[in-house]
């Protein structure tokens, strides 16, 4: 079974661009979570899609947005790029409700670089 | 606010040491946690998962406890290897309703394992 895919894996943008980042999740998973990691503040968590639905945000700005497709396929849009949002952006899939099977389950993440 | 504090921050062992990470977190109502390792520059790679009523879980060398009453996780790694070498990072899934796909991480404890 393959797992969590995520395309580029690499990206530079200049400030004031915007980028799309991509995210398929694991055959069958219907939950698609975003999250950035960066040096000073760890993984935090930007938002939830289940069922082409947006099931809890994080506490990022409006710059930052998603959507899911009918597929379970995700992207993640940042417009208007700082040189803070150069980061680790990683998506974790999961079948997408209680009990065992909520193990979440990540990709191999995009590196932005905002020059 | 869950607050999650992993101690300690970095740990340089001799091969085949047996070691524990520990986790701990404020607020006790949540639905499972989760250990990752996280090679540099690379995802997250799920090592186990514990629901909110479990008290351990185990998988091979790895062995990870939850005790939600006092706030504390820990994993457990025997006969350290220095393949092992890898930063960990316990997460908490937030408890029930809406939030499956949320999880809040500690900062994460860098191991060594030096042969």
């Known amino acids: 079974k393959a797992g969590v895919t995520q395309t580029p894996r690499y990206l530079i943008k200049t400030r004031g661009q915007q980028v799309t980042l991509s995210c398929s999740p694991i055959s069958g998973h219907r939950s698609v979570s975003w999250y950035q990691q960066t040096p000073g503040q760890g993984l935090q968590f930007l938002f939830e899609y289940f069922s082409e639905t947006q099931r809890n945000k994080g506490n990022f700005p409006g710059r930052f947005s998603g959507r899911q497709f009918s597929n379970s396929r995700s992207e993640m849009n940042v417009s208007t790029l700082e040189l803070g949002d150069s980061a680790l952006y990683l998506c974790a899939s999961s079948l997408g409700w209680g009990g065992p099977h909520n193990e979440q389950f990540f990709g191999p993440g995009t590196r932005l670089t905002v020059l | 606010k869950q607050e999650v504090t992993q101690i300690p921050a970095a740990l340089s062992v001799p091969e085949g040491e047996n070691l524990v990470l520990n986790c701990s977190f404020t607020?006790?109502?949540?639905?499972?946690l989760q250990w990752f390792r996280q090679d540099p520059g690379k995802g997250l790679t799920s090592l186990l998962l514990i629901q909110s009523s479990q008290r351990e879980q185990t998988s091979g060398r790895l062995n990870a406890s939850l005790d939600k009453s006092s706030g504390r996780s820990t994993l457990y790694i025997a006969a350290s290897q220095p393949g092992d070498s890898a930063t960990y990072l316990c997460a908490l899934g937030g408890a029930g309703g809406t939030s499956y796909g949320k999880l809040t991480f500690g900062q994460g404890t860098i191991l060594t394992v030096h042969p």
């Open positions: 607020d006790s109502a949540i639905y499972n």
